[in-house]
């Protein structure tokens, strides 16, 4: 069911990106979803970050006024929803951009996590003093101001027990070959509207990404023709991912 | 009258639920056991629909949903049906237009794929600044006429002529039938309705109202059911609020030959809608006892044994 719940901190992270913190814990799986409403604006699928925050990039007209709410703001949550990760061993844990946000409670849930994270930039590689408390960072941005000069797919591979890789879709797309299958998860996104298996809108090669995932094992991943590929927009027209 | 498919089990999704030819054939791949699958109206032209939200679910058994016919143009369907097939279920292609002309061309270019056509003559559901096809088209029994005579002109399918319940659905459905519909679908979601957020005092749907389904709507749509196999005796395709075997059962005594599902997936990954589905399927079939399906549809108009006489 949907409530409304009122926001008490509006943090800065970095230029793009805000978390925004209300004033009740959820509890959910890792890898688990809200639907983020903004009464009269819209609505969309967050991955908690905290277990009272969601974090959000500025990318469009609804993530602008999400990331610019103020203390004493109401902004409504309905879920959580889909299927998050599974319990997880000594994951590396693999994000892109502000996918890396998703991550933050998967890596406090799990023992011994290590990280591989990419950005455009050292500004976009979120948490990055928090993760290096708990595990071994390795980073890439492509201008090199922080680690690798270069891509988060050319860190890999890397050694640990599991995977969980939450990014853009060409990013993870590029992960994909370069992961034990059984041992890997993928965050996967695409265009919700009801976002409780209804509409089936948010289909990536058939399966619903808000009841069947967001969180897929790579091994059906690896049967999804459409994934890194092309996506049904909001009228349903295919267009490339 | 042309009769319709074999749907073998006669259960189907709801137009507008998992909508994709990709999710049905997923569902077939996971073993749900549905006989056919029913598109996402088709319409004349790209239409994103409503903003989100699109969906609100208050406790009270109802579901409220604004989507609004988002569709991809019919060329783009037509590559997608071309793409995707399902290996055994049959396919049937509801479609919708803003007048009789538009339903025509749709169904013009969609009768190839569809082993039936039902025509969407109850959404309730629009964007801002359109009417609703249920006002402008559904509540009018003329209106509603033409466009089946104009579907029928366009394809050698059966017609199924889908009801809206908020409508005098009874002249809706003798007009239909009258202008060359082979079955009746009972019916669309209901209303619109609305539900309100207290604390930002807002309407939730971006589309302010939205059609209603779900366990609410099946006494209305049971009804609907009922009044129409009454009258036409004509083969009925049965939505709204069907969640266990019981529910279908209570259709099929009221006349329904085929069953939808809808709302009853909500929440549910592939393999639980699945094994919702083959629930269902078993439950009706235990009910039946070894007896044809065909022998109780309707059976609830029949009298009680001994011709119920007192005298």
Redesign the interface.
């Known amino acids: ?2 409530s ?1 719940f009122k926001v008490v901190e509006n943090r800065l992270e970095s230029e793009w990106t805000h978390t925004i913190f209300f004033d009740e814990e959820i509890e959910s799986r890792p890898g688990q979803f809200m ?1 983020v ?1 903004l ?2 604006l ?3 699928p967050f991955t908690l970050s905290y277990p009272n925050a969601v974090t959000v990039k500025k990318a469009g007209a609804f993530t602008e006024k999400l990331a610019a709410v103020k203390p004493g703001d ?1 902004i ?1 949550l ?1 879920g959580p ?1 889909g ?1 998050g990760y599974p319990p997880l061993k000594k994951p590396a844990l693999i994000g892109g951009g502000v996918g890396i946000a998703e991550l933050r409670l998967l890596a406090l849930a799990s023992e011994a996590p290590s990280f591989v994270l990419g950005g455009r930039t050292a500004d976009e590689i979120l948490f990055y003093e928090e993760f290096r408390e708990l595990g071994p960072v390795h980073v890439a941005t492509e201008d090199g101001a922080l680690g690798h000069k270069g891509l988060v797919t050319e860190l890999l591979p890397v050694e640990a027990d599991s995977y969980a890789v939450c990014g853009p879709e060409r990013m993870m797309a590029a992960c994909l070959p370069k992961l034990p299958a059984e041992r890997t998860y993928f965050a996967v996104e695409r265009y ?10 948010c ?1 990536c ?4 990404v808000c ?2 995932g967001p969180i897929f094992p790579a091994t059906t991943v690896a049967q999804m023709d ?1 994934f890194g590929k092309r996506r ?7 267009e490339k991912v | 009258m042309i009769p319709l498919p074999e749907i073998e089990p006669p259960l189907i999704n709801a137009s507008g639920i998992l909508s994709y030819p990709e999710v049905f054939a997923a569902f077939e791949s996971a073993g749900a056991c549905l006989g056919g699958y029913v598109t996402k109206s088709v319409g004349p032209r790209e239409k994103p629909g409503n903003e989100n939200p699109v969906v609100v679910y208050p406790p009270e058994g109802a579901v409220l949903n604004s989507l609004a016919l988002p569709t991809q143009s019919a060329e783009d369907w037509e590559r997608d049906l071309e793409e995707i097939k399902l290996k055994n279920a049959k396919l049937i292609v509801s479609v919708y237009g803003g007048d009789s002309r538009e339903f025509a061309g749709v169904t013009r270019r969609m009768s190839r794929f569809g082993d039936a056509i039902e025509v969407n003559l109850g959404c309730p559901n629009k964007e801002p600044g359109e009417q609703t096809i249920m006002e402008s088209i559904g509540q009018n029994p003329a209106l509603s006429a033409e466009v089946i005579e104009r579907v029928r002109d366009e394809t050698d399918k059966p017609v199924i002529a889908k009801l809206s319940p908020n409508s005098d659905y009874l002249a809706v459905a003798d007009s239909c039938m009258s202008a060359g519909a082979d079955a009746l679908g009972c019916g669309n979601t209901l209303g619109p309705g609305l539900a309100v957020d207290i604390q930002s005092r807002a309407a939730i749907l971006a589309g302010t109202t939205g059609g209603i389904s779900g366990p609410a709507l099946k006494p209305i749509n049971l009804r609907m059911t009922y009044e129409a196999y009454a009258r036409f005796g004509c083969p009925i395709v049965a939505y709204g609020g069907i969640e266990t075997w019981e529910d279908a059962v209570e259709y099929i005594l009221a006349g329904a030959s085929v069953l939808g599902i809808g709302t009853a997936f909500m929440r549910k990954s592939t393999h639980e809608a699945a094994a919702l589905t083959r629930d269902i399927w078993e439950g009706v079939q235990e009910y039946l006892g070894g007896e044809p399906m065909s022998a109780l549809i309707g059976a609830a108009h029949r009298p009680a044994d001994g011709g119920g006489s007192d005298a």
């Open positions: 069911m949907r409304v639907m409403w009464p009269r819209g609505e969309k109401e409504g309905r929803l299927q919700m509207k009801c976002a409780v298996g209804l509409c089936g809108q289909t090669s058939g399966w619903r009841t069947d459409d049904r927009s909001k009228s349903g027209k295919w």
